[in-house]
């Protein structure tokens, strides 16, 4: 996470040059949409089962009509992003998770009719989606951002601007995003193993904003964008 004074002190810098801004061209923004580069969903009920392969990868916490058997399956998404991905003269000034639920519930428990609830965490561990399972899942953070009260299929996006701040600048490791979903309702989306007629647009993709700095700001937010460290990426 930024530090708060670094933080501060761009905060200052864009308020100093404000001023200028009425002056200058209106900036422009590009939208960068990158596709999810692994992607599983390991389920509790089948703990040593590796689901990297599967068309479909799931959100959900329910269990058997009976109460029995717990059913519960999250989603681990890693995105292939660092500095070179924000094109020459950009700052990023957004970056957002988007999910797409597209399939209900089919057969894992109760199919629940309440709402669905999204929940994004930044993932602390490595992980390979060829051997990831429920045994040996990695450790993720809590929720950055959490959407409620989902009740109808389609795009979802979770706010992800400070994560990928951190992986693209700071030089944070890079280990992805986990999706959480704590009601019964089956939040099922397209995985990369998906019919090859599903487009990579109803798949996890994350969503890059970047803008050309006004005149007399770039400058300046490049020099603080820079100091902040040196960038790391994690090779796989």
Sequence with gaps: MMNRRIAHALAALVLIAAPLLSLAPPARAD??????????????????????????????????EEGGSQ????????????????????????????VTWDIENTGFGDPSTDPADLNCHRITEDWNQTTLNWINKPDFDPAFDSITNITTLGS??????????????????????????DQGRGFGMHSLEADPSIPDSLKANLILTTEVPEPGLGTGL???????????????
């Design 71 to 98: 059913h519960q399956l999250e989603t681990f998404l890693w995105f292939d992003v660092d500095l070179s991905d924000i094109p020459a003269g950009h700052v990023l000034v957004d970056a957002e998770v988007l």
């Design 156 to 181: 979802v996006l979770c706010d992800a601007w400070p994560v990928v701040f951190d992986w693209i600048y700071n030089g944070a490791p890079n280990y992805g995003v986990a999706i959480t979903n």
């Design 31 to 64: 939208v960068i949409p990158i596709l999810v580069s692994e992607d599983t969903a390991p389920y509790s009920f089948l703990p040593s089962l590796i689901r990297f392969n599967n068309p479909s990868v799931w959100a959900l916490r329910g269990e058997d």
């Design 222 to 236: 490049a020099f603080g964008t820079l100091a902040l460290s040196a960038v790391r990426r994690r090779r796989r």
